[in-house]
């Protein structure tokens, strides 16, 4: 995805890295959040496969260094009509979920049930803070008139809805151990004290 975004750039006219590195973000925003790092490593390989090439280096007028622009060459501009026309393949749906409230409650068990509810009520609460913050962005691109703030729409309502999802399986999380803490009095007498989802904070 990010090397065809920079030949996309680049059939603009040549560039260099630093310079593509601010073009990415005003494109992809939220959709694909790159350093500047990550912009030269794929130079990098996109030279290698002779998609770009380099031109005479500029000098900067302020610091004096030079700066080596690339331009798309012929079998760049093949890739990209290539990629362009390409089936749009599903992404791989999710596996099961990879989560230290998970680990610690396999490997610590009953011994620590009552923090781990603890630590499931504080991720609700950061979440349900996160989900508010991403449902005000969203809300400046509900009118998209153009490609990219439709993109940058379609994106963060991907990550609402992931968060809404979160919180939902934070829920069940939450209940189920509950429950499983009350076994564990019953069966052993001892008190446990009963977290409740209303000290989780705002967005439930």
Partial sequence: ???????????????????????????????WCVNVGQVYQVLDRLRRQRWVEELPPETNQRGGHERWPVAITAEGEAELARWRSAEV??????????????GRLAVGGRACLEEILEGVLVERAVYARE???VADLTREFEDADTTVESAKFLALEASRLSIRAHIEWLELCAAHLN????????????????ASLERSGPGG
């Fill in 131 to 133: 989900l508010d913050l």
């Fill in 179 to 194: 429950a499983d803490a009350y076994d564990a009095q019953a069966r052993t007498g001892r008190p446990r004290r009963r």
């Fill in 89 to 102: 393949r599903p992404t791989r749906p999710p596996g099961p979920a990879r989560n230290q409230i998970l």
């Fill in 1 to 31: 995805m990010l090397q065809h975004a920079i030949l996309t750039l680049l059939q603009d006219g040549a560039d260099h890295g630093y310079r593509l590195k601010q073009r990415l973000d005003g494109l992809l925003g939220p959709v």
